[in-house]
């Protein structure tokens, strides 16, 4: 592995920072503007083994999805052009088999000396994971105290899951607009005012003592 770090407020050695990624649990990828493949950890050369999702062709990194390749290009392409982005960000993916997926992009901030988007520089990190949109079962109980159908409760969970309304629209199979419709009816529900409410709404009903049977106070906020 060569010297393929700049790296973000981090002052590690390719060596060291490759064996972090390695010791982590979902799929960890270094790429380059043009989306070569510098590194990945050992979760993300099972899901490129599974070709299901992912692929590594003669040392691209691509998707299975061609649409899905074309946005991981239009994000990379302006960030190894030294364009600055507000933090990661998340691109939903569907394997072959029809599980979704979830890449999120997190831009690296090279050395003031070197150009961010010269070979084998690192400009991005991706780390791929299944999205969870499967209801758990503990979320009956989110469910009864703000009286939700499945299909709200599903739109909640994959807001806090992978983020904005076009990001679950693309999560979910459905329309933009159709989203905006359950957005808003979850919204008069909990008494939500913003969609990062939902994020401490549902953390609220996932710890093992979360066992709620009456309806939280006004506005959403739980005990």
Do not use: W
């Given at each position: 592995m060569n010297a393929l770090f700049p790296l973000p407020l981090l002052s590690v050695d390719a060596a060291t920072f490759a064996d972090m990624l390695d010791g982590l649990e979902f799929g960890t990828y270094l790429v380059d503007a043009h989306a070569r493949l510098l590194h990945a950890n050992a979760a993300g050369r099972a899901i490129l083994?599974?070709?299901?999702?992912?692929?590594?062709?003669?040392?691209?990194?691509?998707?299975?999805?061609?649409?899905?390749?074309?946005?991981?290009?239009?994000?990379l392409a302006p960030i190894?052009?030294?364009?600055?982005?507000p933090g990661a960000i998340a691109i939903p993916m569907s394997g072959l088999d029809g599980d979704r997926y979830i890449a999120h992009v997190l831009p690296l901030r090279s050395a003031p000396h070197q150009c961010a988007g010269a070979a084998g520089t690192a400009v991005a990190a991706l780390f791929v994971r299944k999205?969870?949109?499967a209801i758990p079962t503990r979320s009956d109980a989110l469910?009864?105290?703000?009286k939700l159908t499945t299909t709200e409760l599903r739109v909640l969970l994959a807001i806090v899951e992978l983020g904005g309304v076009p990001q679950v629209a693309r999560g979910l199979g459905v329309a933009c607009s159709?989203?905006?419709?359950?957005?808003?009816?979850?919204?008069e529900k909990t008494g939500a005012t913003r969609q990062a409410d939902f994020v401490k709404?549902?953390?609220?009903?996932?710890?093992?003592?979360?066992?709620?049977r009456e309806s939280p106070p006004c506005h959403g906020a739980p005990r």
């Amino acid at each position: 592995m060569n010297a393929l770090f700049p790296l973000p407020l981090l002052s590690v050695d390719a060596a060291t920072f490759a064996d972090m990624l390695d010791g982590l649990e979902f799929g960890t990828y270094l790429v380059d503007a043009h989306a070569r493949l510098l590194h990945a950890n050992a979760a993300g050369r099972a899901i490129l083994a599974t070709c299901n999702v992912l692929l590594d062709i003669r040392g691209q990194l691509m998707a299975c999805d061609p649409a899905v390749s074309q946005t991981l290009r239009q994000v990379l392409a302006p960030i190894g052009g030294g364009d600055a982005y507000p933090g990661a960000i998340a691109i939903p993916m569907s394997g072959l088999d029809g599980d979704r997926y979830i890449a999120h992009v997190l831009p690296l901030r090279s050395a003031p000396h070197q150009c961010a988007g010269a070979a084998g520089t690192a400009v991005a990190a991706l780390f791929v994971r299944k999205a969870a949109l499967a209801i758990p079962t503990r979320s009956d109980a989110l469910r009864r105290a703000f009286k939700l159908t499945t299909t709200e409760l599903r739109v909640l969970l994959a807001i806090v899951e992978l983020g904005g309304v076009p990001q679950v629209a693309r999560g979910l199979g459905v329309a933009c607009s159709t989203v905006k419709t359950h957005l808003r009816r979850l919204f008069e529900k909990t008494g939500a005012t913003r969609q990062a409410d939902f994020v401490k709404l549902v953390a609220g009903y996932a710890t093992p003592l979360s066992d709620r049977r009456e309806s939280p106070p006004c506005h959403g906020a739980p005990r």
